[in-house]
């Protein structure tokens, strides 16, 4: 929509969080509230059209969303939605065109939605349109008080009504499309509230219809989309409703989501059709799965690209890591920075591996902590290896050839190599590399004393 403008006002000071971050900094659904309505907004406006109003801690919330293009005004003085808004004006009205108003602690409003608020706004040709919605509890929001033909009345704010508009279920949402042309005019005439000495959007509607201007309602059947936030337990709904959002997303895609109320996936994970996510798993972040994967039950994935057929056993986490086709990981497993596993590798319980490389094909099954190494492929690992990369003051490497089996109870100490097909007898501490299809031994032989616990007994 090249003709539409995009305002979000998030300089409210959201003191009903008891944060010490602004209240739009929170995350829902894996991003920060400002970010859900920032991209939201950028699916019908250009960046250059679209304007956040800052306030509380505007740097943190300009650098946010900064990447996206989109631009910036400060709001200093907290006076009000209306004041919000005519503080972009210098910026907003030389652009021409209609104006959308929207918030940054209101995230799950749809692109879809904001479409229809927009059309219903030009089709009318009217000064304004407005989101609105039935709740069973109103209170605390302004209330919507009609004309027989359907349009806003007034708008009248819950300390303001009287009994009967009390009981009027039809709540304002405050989020507004409206015709450029006529609201920075009217704005301009919209005078402070006597008890606040704020400038509230509300009132210009009624200045709209005196000017015999109209104003539309787009009345909302679902009412999650203009849930805003003013406490942690209003960001614990709206975080399970884009999760919900996403489950019933990804499984109308052809994933299989065991028990999606217990799952929590990221709004911009991507997971492959016929793959399986068992109950209380977590995907978050960036992460992209394939096609035909199995994620195991209480399993933690972030950030992490898994190719087809990878199967995941429960109780694993997985940080910024990259696993090839048909591997095996877990379950109890931990792979961050950067673990790259190779097709059909297999990692076992209680293995950890830390900026690694595991060939093709290699196995580590138990017991192990692998950093800061790179394995060859059908290499096999026991039970127990350690690779020693820190000196205590600078990581090491160590490299692993094709084909090595390393016995269990291993101690690598980095920097090492050990060659292609050699062996690593059991229990050993090796500290000089190991040429190719050699065996190294690094243990103290061992001595038996015949009789000596006897001995010992009897004293």
């Not at 009624?206 to 309602?217: Q, T």
């Not at 090796?430 to 001595?447: E, H, I, K, M, N």
Request: hydrophobic share 40%; aromatic share 4%.
């Amino acid at each position: 929509m090249p003709n539409l403008s995009i305002v979000i006002l998030a300089a409210g000071l959201g003191t009903r969080m008891k944060s010490k971050k602004a209240k739009v900094l929170h995350e829902a659904g894996g991003l920060t509230l400002i970010e859900h309505v920032v991209n939201t907004a950028l699916e019908l406006a250009p960046p250059e059209r679209v304007l956040v109003v800052l306030g509380r801690q505007a740097a943190e919330v300009e650098a946010a969303v900064a990447s996206r293009g989109v631009g910036f005004v400060v709001q200093r003085e907290q006076a009000g939605s209306g004041h919000a808004l005519l503080v972009s004006s210098e910026r907003v009205a030389p652009l021409g065109g209609d104006v959308a108003v929207l918030y940054g602690d209101c995230p799950l409003l749809s692109a879809a939605t904001l479409r229809k608020l927009i059309d219903l706004r030009t089709s009318t040709q009217a000064a304004a349109s407005v989101i609105t919605t039935i709740l069973a509890d109103p209170a605390g929001y302004g209330r919507i008080l009609r004309d027989p033909d359907g349009s806003v009345r007034a708008i009248v704010e819950q300390k303001a009504a009287t009994p009967e508009q009390l009981a009027i279920r039809e709540i304002n949402s405050g989020i507004y499309c409206f015709s450029g042309e006529l609201v920075w005019r009217y704005l301009n005439e919209v005078q402070p509230n006597q008890a606040s000495g704020e400038i509230y959007l509300t009132d210009v509607v009624e200045l709209f219809r005196n000017g015999g201007h109209a104003v539309y309602p787009l009345l909302l059947d679902d009412a999650t989309e203009v849930l805003g936030i003013n406490t942690r337990a209003d960001l614990a709904q709206v975080d399970a409703a884009f999760r919900m959002r996403k489950a019933r997303q990804l499984m109308l895609d052809g994933v299989t989501i065991e028990k999606p109320e217990s799952v929590a996936i990221d709004m911009s994970v991507r997971i492959g059709r016929d793959s399986v996510i068992e109950p209380f798993v977590r995907i978050l972040g960036r992460t992209v799965i394939g096609e035909d994967c199995r994620i195991g039950a209480c399993s933690i994935v972030r950030d992490s690209e898994l190719a087809d057929r990878v199967e995941v056993r429960p109780f694993t986490m997985i940080d910024s890591c990259r696993i090839e086709p048909e591997a095996r990981v877990g379950p109890y497993s931990r792979l961050r920075m950067n673990a790259h596993v190779k097709a059909g590798a297999l990692v076992g319980n209680f293995v950890e591996l830390k900026n690694t490389e595991l060939g093709e094909g290699a196995k580590s099954q138990h017991l192990a902590y692998l950093g800061d190494a790179t394995i060859g492929g059908g290499a096999n690992i026991g039970a127990g290896t350690i690779t020693c990369n820190y000196d205590g003051q600078r990581k090491h490497r160590t490299k692993i050839g094709d084909g090595a089996f390393v016995g269990s109870n291993a101690t690598l100490v980095a920097p090492v190599e050990i060659g292609a097909g050699s062996y690593i007898a059991a229990g050993s501490v090796v500290t000089d590399s190991v040429p190719p299809d050699a065996l190294a031994l690094g243990r103290a032989r061992q001595v038996v004393k015949e009789g000596w616990a006897k001995k010992r007994r009897q004293k």
